[in-house]
């Protein structure tokens, strides 16, 4: 098993809907939790960040951590075709290193 | 407008030869990452860095790779001798680490070829 798992996709959706981005993780103990964008030959962007169970909003991002399912989600509200990009999630573990997970590619079509 | 800078942005070279990595992180930030990034492996930890103090080099190939922190505002990676293999991007990161927060801040990566 993995320690960060992301579905690779392509996930596409149409512009204006609700893109979900699904992220698990392996250890329990972990306590901090990321979430990066990389637009294709460009560096990851940090665009959330979440530490407690529930949901942190900024913007159109809403970040969602259940620590008992060891889950994280990002949602995208009202999607633009420049959110197309390569979401990275990324988990402080309890044996303080950060793991990225493999990413999952968005397409948000015109 | 605070940013991580590397240096080269692109590099090419033979195999066999050595290549040398500059990142210069974010003033005040205490820690410091080095990530490899390919299409088959995706975002790999190769180093890091607190204080200036090597915590996990676990990721990189010791007999070729290593790293260093010479000053806080300086961190290096070196590859001798290179080989094809190690043709990725190459990132540096640095953040503000004060127990649990973490946040890391990407410089642009610097494209190695290896042919």
């Known amino acids: 098993q993995k320690e960060v798992e992301q579905n690779s996709g392509p996930l596409s959706v149409p512009e204006g809907a609700i893109a979900s981005l699904n992220c698990t993780y392996s250890?329990?103990?972990?306590?901090?939790f990321f979430w990066y964008r990389q637009y294709s030959g460009k560096s990851p962007e940090l665009i959330m960040s979440?530490?407690?169970?529930g949901d942190k909003e900024d913007g159109r991002f809403t970040a969602q951590l259940n620590k008992a399912s060891q889950y994280v989600s990002l949602l995208i509200r009202d999607s633009q075709p420049s959110d197309s990009a390569t979401y990275l999630c990324?988990?402080?573990?309890?044996?303080?290193?950060?793991?990225f997970g493999p990413g999952t590619s968005l397409s948000v079509i015109p | 407008d605070a940013r991580v800078t590397q240096t080269p942005r692109h590099k090419v070279t033979e195999m066999g030869q050595e290549v040398t990595m500059r990142c210069q992180p974010i003033?005040?930030?205490?820690?410091v990452f080095w990530y490899r990034q390919t299409m088959m492996q995706g975002l790999e930890l190769l180093a890091y860095?607190?204080?200036?103090?090597?915590?996990?080099d676990s990721g990189m190939p010791k007999d070729r790779f290593s790293a260093e922190m010479p000053d806080a505002t300086l961190a290096t990676l070196k590859i001798q001798p290179s080989e094809p293999r190690d043709s990725a991007v190459y990132f540096c990161?640095?953040?503000?680490?004060?127990?649990?927060?973490?946040?890391?801040?990407f410089g642009p990566g610097t494209r190695l070829t290896v042919t």
């Open positions: 990161a640095s953040g503000s680490s004060g127990g649990w927060l973490d946040e890391q801040y």
């Open positions: 250890d329990r103990g972990s306590q901090s």
């Open positions: 979440i530490y407690s169970n």
């Open positions: 990324a988990v402080r573990t309890s044996y303080d290193k950060v793991i």
């Open positions: 003033l005040g930030h205490n820690t």
């Open positions: 860095f607190r204080n200036r103090a090597p915590l996990d």
